[in-house]
């Protein structure tokens, strides 16, 4: 279920969206937020990642952390063990340079590594905060209150009708402009939630975070799958 959970995360992390023929009061709140995010060099966010099953009686949930620079499509994504208290126990790690990809499995002491699809189709933390320009429709369904906030409610439908869910649900700050959270209904009956913790734009990072170094793992496997 962990692998799962995890392919889950990347696939919401990674979907993007249309404005043609859309709704446009969904398009106007949208293009705000983008256009928010393009000044932006680097962000980092904690999140927390749900998975909600109720017919099969499942609901798993993970925390983690994304550090993204969009411009030149890096990011790392670091997935951390389930734990009450103490410092996080990292799990897994999911990084990428823009063109190559490594994915450590903590575990197993073992890096998986790939060279990026920029196909459109693979997997793009990098491109969160901008996951609504090419390939979905999208309409504005309202707003909502939850502790003195107000959020912007928009769902969104692919056109491809093979894709493995059916819609997801953006709840985006009406203040700030920023994605909150975004939840995913897939064919199954599962419920993927995404929710930002915290949310630092700018954030000083070193190119370096960007790459794996295998000297800093002992003992660790390196698999190459390129």
């Known amino acids: 279920m962990k692998k799962l959970l995890i392919f889950s995360l990347l696939t919401i992390l990674s979907v993007s ?13 949208l293009s705000k937020v983008s256009a928010k995010y393009r000044l ?17 009686g499942v609901k798993e949930t993970q925390s983690g952390t994304l550090i993204a620079r969009s411009k030149s499509n890096k990011f790392k994504v670091t997935l951390y ?3 009450t208290t103490g410092k996080p126990d990292v799990a897994q790690e999911i990084i990428s340079d ?11 002491n073992e890096v998986q590594v790939s060279n990026v699809d920029n196909s459109g189709e693979g997997l793009n933390p990098a491109k969160i905060f901008t996951i609504y320009e090419h390939g979905y429709k999208y309409i504005y369904t309202g707003e909502k209150k939850m502790g003195g ?3 912007q409610e928009i ?16 709840e985006i700050d009406k203040a700030k402009k920023q994605i909150y959270s975004a939840l995913i209904f897939d064919k199954n009956g599962n419920r993927y939630t995404y929710t930002l913790k915290t949310f630092v734009p700018n954030v000083a990072v070193a190119d370096n975070v960007f790459t794996f170094d295998p000297k800093a793992h002992k003992g660790v496997e390196v698999v190459d799958l390129r």
Do not use: C, H, M
């Open 17 to 29: 969206y249309s404005f043609a023929q859309k709704d446009a009061d969904a398009k106007a709140i």
């Open 98 to 108: 823009g063109k190559t990809q490594w994915t450590y499995l903590k575990k197993d």
């Open 40 to 56: 932006y060099d680097a962000v980092k966010t904690d999140f927390v990642f749900t998975l909600d099953n109720q017919q099969a």
């Open 81 to 83: 063990s389930p734990q």
């Open 155 to 170: 769902d969104l439908t692919p056109e491809d009708d093979k894709k493995s869910f059916f819609k997801v649900r953006l």
């Open 149 to 151: 906030t107000i959020y």
